[in-house]
């Protein structure tokens, strides 16, 4: 349906040239970021959206080629696009997160984003990158094999990009002022979406369900996005199973299930066979939700598949496919790990074996006493914060790669620590109340150009444990291990696999586990490392690594564009 935009699309390649380097450009969108009213759930409200669209517009390109996105801000509120999972080699500029490569655009500003394609090949997405504002202005960006070669697997039938979204009543806007004036936990959201539908089993909304109509015998490739603000997500379709063959942009080795768990921040494809018996069948998705009294949507969005010829006057009562408990952390953790790289001659794994820097990171909800003169309406009475290595990273007022590039002083600081201030056991089921406070600051961690990092990112038992999405821009890692508990580093690496380790750009950290990644800095830049979970980030769960020049000029950053956006 999307796909015959695909030769306007092709008709109109030119070239770009970058640094006296010429790219073969496949596309240049012209982006309008507006208000638009839209109904969902029995009311209508005005959001956020890229050209009136919701879910926004797709990018359609091939593997290795450049993309240029005009963007203009006509809302009422400052804006940011970041191109979730596009490493942009040597170009943070435009990469998109508020006050770590940019400022953001204000209402009536402009700035064209060049977006620069490598490795990646499947699916990623794109989002708006400050406050909340991604709740509504997101969309898929599809990358196909480049001309001349094809997909590792079986040509698909059909393609169909999923994207799950998260759906408030209310204002986001509201929802994300509240939660930071009182402490306490946001509301929840009043429903999940697929392609921006609620879905049947919410109200006023069955004539809306996205349905995908496909022939007895095919077979359909499902580009699936978790585009929630704040929940990881089962998904699975009744009476047919499900073939990952690809993640954030990688293709894996096929792994079929009967569900998937899929992150915020995450992308898989999954190849469906239309082989049951003709009819309508449910697609269903619900959260996973591992935090004890932590509150959450527990509603149910569906999709259906529709075979065709089917009587549709024929009563046939939909039924929803089986989907693990909410708090099913096996569940979760037995999909999540079972991923793996493809690791073939043409998409080979490049682990790396020698590790020149380790991290060992905490993340971690926190709660802080109450001060004079706050709400507080955090766990026993504290303000909620949330960490890494105890410290909730406060965004600055300029962007980091700015105060980088022209060396202004006192925007940040160079020493987010390689290890946890004080170490504790993260993950037993009592802890001390005084861990539970954080220090707020605005620390970084700098690499030279080729180090080999790893990185073990341990969850805690601290106010509440559960699972964090945990994502890095700038670069695919390799995630070599997991586990639950507390990593044991004399053990834990024993059990490494340094062979066909799946290569994501966002990592589920299980509740009260740990996961370890490693990948190779080779991308200068202002990086940002955060939680998926965007209360999380408004909490503070991130900080930022640079990554520095090489010696000779094609590993260095590429100068600025002129019209970045001003503070
Ligand atoms: C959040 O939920 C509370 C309790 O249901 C309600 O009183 C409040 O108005 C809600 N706030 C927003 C912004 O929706
Ligand atoms: C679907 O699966 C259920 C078991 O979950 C089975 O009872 C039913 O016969 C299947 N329906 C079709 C149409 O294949
Ligand atoms: C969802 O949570 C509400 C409130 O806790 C509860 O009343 C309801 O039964 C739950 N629904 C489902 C489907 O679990
Ligand atoms: C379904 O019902 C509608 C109205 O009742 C009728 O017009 C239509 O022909 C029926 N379709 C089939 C395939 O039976
Ligand atoms: C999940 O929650 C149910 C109650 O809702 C509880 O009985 C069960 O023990 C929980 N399971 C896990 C694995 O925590
Ligand atoms: C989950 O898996 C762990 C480790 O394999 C096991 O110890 C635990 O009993 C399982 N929990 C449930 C609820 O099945
Ligand atoms: C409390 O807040 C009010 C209004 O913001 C301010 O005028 C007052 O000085 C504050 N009091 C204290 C003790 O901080
Ligand atoms: C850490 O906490 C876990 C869970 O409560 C417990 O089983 C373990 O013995 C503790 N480890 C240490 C070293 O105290
Ligand atoms: C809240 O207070 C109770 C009573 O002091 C304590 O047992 C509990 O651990 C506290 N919870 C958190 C998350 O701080
Ligand atoms: C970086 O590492 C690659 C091998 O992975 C090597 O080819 C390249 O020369 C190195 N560059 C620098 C500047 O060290
Ligand atoms: C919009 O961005 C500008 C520039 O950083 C900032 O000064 C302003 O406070 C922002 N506005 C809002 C509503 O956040
Ligand atoms: C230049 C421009 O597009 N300005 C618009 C920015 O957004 C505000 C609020 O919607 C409009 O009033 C301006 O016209
Ligand atoms: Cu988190």
Aim: charge should be neutral; charged fraction near 15%; aromatic fraction near 12%.
């Amino acid at each position: 349906m999307q796909q015959k935009n695909m030769h306007s699309i092709l008709l109109s390649l030119w070239f770009i040239l970058i640094e006296g380097v010429i790219q073969l450009q496949a596309s240049h969108y012209h982006w309008v970021v507006t208000e638009a009213p839209y109904t969902r759930l029995c009311g209508t409200k005005s959001i956020l959206t890229v050209n009136g669209q919701f879910p926004g517009p797709t990018i359609y390109t091939h593997k290795g080629e450049t993309v240029v996105v005009e963007v203009v801000n006509r809302s009422k509120h400052n804006i940011t696009l970041h191109w979730h999972g596009v490493k942009q080699p040597r170009n943070p500029w435009s990469d998109g997160p508020e006050y770590i490569t940019q400022c953001p655009i204000k209402p009536g500003g402009r700035f064209t984003q060049t977006v620069i394609l490598s490795l990646e090949e499947g699916t990623l997405w794109w989002h708006a990158h400050n406050e909340w504002t991604r709740a509504t202005v997101y969309g898929a960006i599809i990358i196909y094999p480049k001309p001349g070669t094809f997909y590792p697997f079986q040509k698909p039938d059909l393609e169909v990009p999923l994207l799950l979204g998260e759906w408030w009543k209310r204002d986001i806007f509201e929802i994300y002022e509240e939660f930071r004036a009182t402490g306490g936990s946001p509301n929840v959201s009043d429903a999940y979406t697929i392609n921006g539908q609620p879905g049947d089993l919410y109200p006023c909304s069955k004539a809306e369900t996205f349905k995908v109509r496909v022939q007895y015998g095919k077979t359909i490739l499902l580009r699936i996005i978790n585009a929630a603000v704040n929940q990881i997500l089962f998904l699975a379709i009744k009476n047919h199973s499900i073939t990952l063959v690809g993640t954030d942009g990688e293709y894996t080795k096929p792994f079929t299930s009967d569900y998937i768990t899929i992150a915020p921040g995450e992308t898989m494809d999954v190849l469906v066979h239309a082989n049951q018996l003709p009819g309508r069948y449910y697609m269903a998705a619900r959260a996973y939700s591992s935090g004890i009294n932590v509150d959450f949507d527990n509603t149910t969005t569906t999709a259906v598949i529709e075979y065709e010829g089917v009587n549709l006057n024929a009563s046939s009562t939909l039924s929803l496919p089986y989907l693990p408990a909410y708090n099913d952390t096996n569940a979760s953790y037995s999909f999540t790990s079972s991923l793996r790289s493809l690791a073939s001659k043409d998409h080979p794994v490049n682990v790396p074996l020698k590790v020149n820097h380790r991290i060992f990171s905490t993340v971690s909800v926190n709660a802080l006493p109450c001060p004079a003169n706050r709400t507080c309406e955090g766990i026993n009475g504290t303000r909620f914060a949330a960490s890494m290595n105890n410290i909730s990273f406060v965004l600055p007022d300029i962007d980091i790669l700015q105060a980088y590039y022209y060396h202004i002083k006192g925007v940040y600081g160079k020493k987010f620590p390689k290890f946890p201030p004080l170490p504790f056991n993260y993950t037993a089921e009592f802890q001390d109340l005084a861990l539970e406070v954080s220090k707020h600051s605005t620390q970084v961690r700098i690499f030279k150009f080729n180090s080999t990092i790893e990185i073990v990112l341990q969850g805690t038992n601290l106010v509440a444990g559960l699972d964090h999405p945990m994502h890095i821009h700038g670069q695919s890692f390799y995630v070599v291990g997991y586990g639950y508990g507390n990593f044991d580093k004399n053990n834990d690496p024993k059990n490494y696999n340094l062979v066909d380790p799946p290569l994501q750009n966002t990592v589920i950290v299980p509740r009260n586990g740990w996961a370890t990644i490693r990948f190779k800095a080779h991308n200068p830049g202002v990086w940002y490392v955060h939680c998926h979970l965007e209360r999380h980030v408004t909490w503070g769960m991130m900080t930022t690594l640079i990554v520095k020049d090489g010696k000779d000029p094609e590993s260095q950053m590429l100068p600025p564009p002129p019209d970045m956006p001003p503070c």
